[in-house]
Nanobody
Framework: QVQLVESGGGSVQAGGSLRLSCAASGRTSISYAHMGWFRQVPGKEREFVAGITRSGANIYYADSVKGRFTISRDNAKNTAYLQMNVLKPEDTAVYYC?????????????????????WGQGTQVTVSS
């Protein structure tokens, strides 16, 4: 079992930055899990943002955030991060981190929310123009 808690959300103006954290606790260290970030706007489907493999060797991004967002992890701290720069109003959403302990994790798999077993409660990010 893994419990995930996101933090770092808030309100910023367009062009600003935020750093989200996803702290894990429980019987399983996140070093055994691939980690993903997703976001969701009310009335819309959950959207993949970024994913990172257990070791950090492979990283995947949605086209909409590539070049602006950076996913990272610190297995020693049991924490994953999402650095968000040059934020746009369309980045406004609730952001969720998720953990996937399965063996297979590819660019295609990372984008499937159903593949992740554990989810945080979400943190709101609001970007004003």
């Amino acid at each position: 079992q893994v419990q995930l808690v996101e933090s770092g959300g808030g309100s910023v103006q367009a062009g600003g930055s935020l750093r989200l954290s996803c702290a894990a606790s429980g019987r399983t260290s996140i070093s055994y899990a691939h980690m993903g970030w997703f976001r969701q706007v009310p009335g819309k489907e959950r959207e993949f943002v970024a994913g990172i493999t257990r070791s950090g060797a492979n990283i995947y991004y949605a086209d909409s955030v590539k070049g602006r967002f950076t996913i990272s992890r610190d297995n020693a701290k049991n924490t994953a991060y999402l650095q968000m720069n040059v934020l746009k109003p369309e980045d406004t959403a609730v952001y969720y981190c998720a953990a996937d302990t399965s063996a297979l994790y590819s660019a295609q798999v990372a984008r499937r929310g159903a593949h992740y077993e554990y989810w945080g409660q979400g943190t709101q990010v609001t970007v004003s123009s």
